[in-house]
């Protein structure tokens, strides 16, 4: 997609120019090396999965890049994994020891997500110039575990608002080189998604009940000499068909959910006086969703490579930055700033948790 000129400013659209084939032998080796080493590859694998995707999104004609350590992508998975299982351990001793231990992993956990963001961004880079996450602990323990144990305690009433502080806290505290990003939406508007796909599930447990109490008087009609076995397949058929049309129900509202939020996030958020939009379609994503199901599906995984490069492709390409200026004169400003000021790199206790 080509550069626009709207108003004054430079629409630049993002570009993945990845393709499936080559991911897909990277995807290979990544997995059998993976088995082969108990899963101890895996954090080379990461490695080589997000330089992949880094390399393929451009703007501007240039690339991103990451830099990640693997070493420190192991050990935050090691500290992940001994958590979980001290949590079962303690857990299975006794109850009492469980709560104990999910106290432990829940007060924990916020940290370990603010040092996995600084590694993450501290690794990541555009044009030789890396980005940065100056969030602070307090304000992670505000975003990860204040709020969703706020939106818990209220029956989730207030847990898109946990969703606009996690998100608030991640795009105001990151930066690239000297110019910090911005995040503005409103809480009012996090609601409305969230009360829009409330009134789909609704409105589906609606139609299911309503068309459950209908058709029952036509079971007696089937089965009139009361036949159980009859019946029992009957309410089997209903129950076989209730579940069917849940699961495409959420089918289409993940995507209908995805798409939403990702334009909410980003048509909010600007880095510096340059400002991001997204449109990617709900009925797309679905689509997207569907096709790539049915052919992982049909090929026992082997389609998940390009399933993740399709969904990469369509979401970057309903992405763009709207610059105010010269991207090119921005960036020298930036590399400018940033060599008079030292680089930063992320220390021996940044840890990598995400998968």
Do not use: C
């Not at 036949?227 to 049309?245: L, Q």
């Not at 790539?292 to 090929?299: D, K, S």
């Not at 309903?318 to 105010?324: D, E, F, I, S, Y």
């Not at 400003?333 to 940033?338: D, W």
């Amino acid at each position: 997609m080509a550069t626009v000129i709207q108003h004054g400013e430079e629409v630049r659209p993002f570009e993945f120019t990845g393709s499936g084939g080559e991911y897909f032998r990277i995807w290979i080796v990544n997995l059998a090396l993976t088995i082969l080493t108990l899963g101890i590859y895996s954090a080379w694998a990461k490695v080589r999965r997000l330089q992949y995707f880094y390399r393929n999104t451009t703007i501007a004609g240039s690339s991103f890049d990451y830099h990640g350590n693997p070493m420190a992508i192991l050990k935050g998975r090691v500290i992940g994994i001994l958590l979980l299982v001290g949590y079962n351990v303690m857990g299975g001793v006794h109850w009492g020891l469980g709560l104990i231990a999910l106290a432990l992993l829940l007060s924990i956990m916020p940290w370990l997500i603010q040092r996995s963001l600084r590694f993450k961004l501290t690794y990541s880079s555009y044009r030789g110039l890396r980005f940065r996450f100056t969030g602070s602990l307090g304000g992670a323990y505000q975003a990860f575990l204040l709020w969703p144990i706020v939106g818990y305690i209220t029956l989730f009433i207030l847990m898109p608002m946990a969703h606009r502080e996690i998100k608030a806290y991640q795009h105001n505290n990151s930066l690239f080189g000297d110019t910090a990003f911005s995040f503005d939406a409103g809480v009012g508007k996090f609601y409305g998604v969230y009360l829009k796909a409330l009134g789909m599930v609704l409105l589906a447990g609606f139609t299911i009940g309503v068309t459950f109490v209908l058709l029952t008087p036509v079971m007696s009609i089937f089965t009139p000499d009361g036949n159980e076995r009859d019946k029992a397949s009957y309410i089997g058929w209903i129950f076989f068909m209730a579940i069917g049309f849940y699961f495409l129900l959420f089918l289409f509202i993940g995507p209908w959910f995805s798409a939403r939020m990702q334009n909410l996030v980003w048509n909010h958020t600007a880095l510096g006086p340059h400002a991001f939009q997204s449109d990617v379609r709900a009925r797309d994503l679905f689509w997207i969703y569907l096709t790539n199901f049915l052919g992982i599906l049909m090929t026992l995984g082997l389609y998940k490579p390009f399933a993740d490069i399709r969904l990469a492709r369509y979401r970057l390409a309903h992405t763009a930055l709207r610059a105010q200026s010269d991207l090119d004169e921005f960036i020298a400003t930036q590399e400018s700033a940033v060599n008079a000021l030292g680089e930063e790199t992320a220390d021996v206790f940044d840890v990598d948790i995400s998968f």
